[in-house]
């Protein structure tokens, strides 16, 4: 892979565009009016740019890693081990936004809410032998 940062954003707002015709006849892009499925979207991308991040590391098991700082309001940390199919479920129950980015052979993210307003929840993610799986 070449020095390219890759991303992909989960977000609770509608990022879908529609065009209409303004009252002096030129076209107005809007976003969230209607919504044709965009958090599918880009849960696939996210799954892409999972599967490009497990190719670029060889896949050595199935099983990652995820370490979490600065959570919610009291800016916790922890981590929990998962299913490579798992990775996107960092989402919460309110409105949120979560920036994954693939660089190189790392993958990161962080993810803005309520209670993270500065995007102060930052997430890691590293292969794991399959017998750390919860």
Known sequence: MNDTKLKATLTT?????????????EEVWTTGEDCFGC???SVEWLRVLVRTWAKE???PSETV???????????????KVV???EIEN??????????FTL????????????????GGARFTFAFVDDSERD
């Not at 890693?65 to 981590?79: A, C, D, P, V």
């Not at 960092?90 to 920036?99: C, M, N, P, T, V």
């Not at 052979?105 to 500065?118: G, I, N, V, Y």
Request: with cysteine; hydrophobic share 25%.
């Open 13 to 25: 707002d509608c990022v879908c565009e529609s065009a209409s015709i303004d009252s002096n006849g």
């Open 39 to 41: 958090y599918d979207d």
């Open 57 to 59: 590391n060889g896949l």
């Open 65 to 79: 890693r995820i370490e979490g700082t600065g959570l919610g309001w009291q800016k916790l940390s922890g981590y």
């Open 83 to 85: 299913d490579i199919s």
């Open 90 to 99: 960092l989402d919460l129950s309110g409105e949120y936004r979560i920036e």
């Open 103 to 118: 660089d190189g052979k790392e993958l990161t993210a962080q993810r803005w809410s309520h209670d993270e307003p500065m």
